[in-house]
């Protein structure tokens, strides 16, 4: 959905570096989420946000940070990679949920290889 | 939220209706059925979602038993671009829902 970007594409850095992935809405959405997804495997949940003041950890937080820093805006960060968080990334935007629905617009996602 | 079980894949031919099959016997009251398609490690796309009653929009028609405890998506006229991941997903609408995915289905249309 090119109402939802991430950058970069892909990245290809080493253990020990600090990374950070970024993700853009303009869809106007109150919530924003990060996803990872390993290969043959779902995404699983990493950190949502609600509003700009809200932060969650997800089903996998460990090794993970995020910053809200306005309604647009959800980064990750990696503060320290390592092998095994090599993955396709993907950040999501909904609604406020109303009338019963709760869809979820995601982005193009991230290739994230950590040497 | 309610665990949900599928296959892992199943083909068709071009052109006739795939049945997506999902077991969901632990649903509660207030959750619906989503359903999500990735193609080819693009983010997830929403299809459609349901209650108890059976939906249907442009994309694809959902079918819920009257007990709710299995659902099945209907690709009514299936193209070579419907290949993909399929994922059935039960959840709440409340204030504090999430998505939970599971490995989905593979459907791959065939020629």
């Known amino acids: 959905d090119a109402d939802v970007t991430q950058t970069p594409r892909n990245r290809i850095t080493k253990t020990g570096k600090r990374i950070m992935l970024e993700c853009s809405q303009t869809?106007?959405?109150?919530?924003m989420y990060w996803y990872r997804q390993d290969p043959g495997l779902g995404l699983r949940l990493i950190y949502y946000?609600?509003?700009?003041?809200?932060?969650n950890k997800g089903e996998i937080s460990d090794g993970y940070s995020v910053s809200r820093q306005a309604q647009a805006k959800f980064s990750l960060s990696l503060e320290s990679a390592i092998p095994n968080q090599t993955a396709l990334y993907f950040c999501?935007?909904?609604?406020?949920?109303?009338?019963?629905?709760?869809?979820?617009?995601f982005g193009p996602g991230t290739r994230l290889t950590v040497l | 939220d309610a665990k949900t079980t599928q296959p892992p894949s199943m083909d068709c031919a071009e052109g006739r209706a795939a049945n997506l099959p999902c077991n969901h016997s632990?649903?509660?009251?207030?959750?619906?059925v989503y359903w999500y398609r990735q193609i080819h490690s693009q983010g997830p796309q929403y299809i459609i979602h349901g209650l108890k009653n059976n939906e249907t929009n442009e994309m694809a028609s959902l079918i819920i038993t009257e007990d709710r405890k299995s659902s099945t998506l209907i690709l009514p006229h299936a193209t070579l671009r419907d290949t993909a991941v399929y994922y059935c997903i039960v959840t709440t609408t409340g204030a504090n829902s999430k998505l939970t995915f599971g490995k989905g289905i593979t459907l791959s249309v065939r020629p």
């Open positions: 632990t649903i509660s009251g207030n959750e619906y």
């Open positions: 946000s609600f509003d700009v003041k809200d932060i």
């Open positions: 999501a935007t909904s609604d406020a949920v109303q009338m019963g629905h709760n869809e979820q617009f």
């Open positions: 869809k106007g959405h109150d919530r």
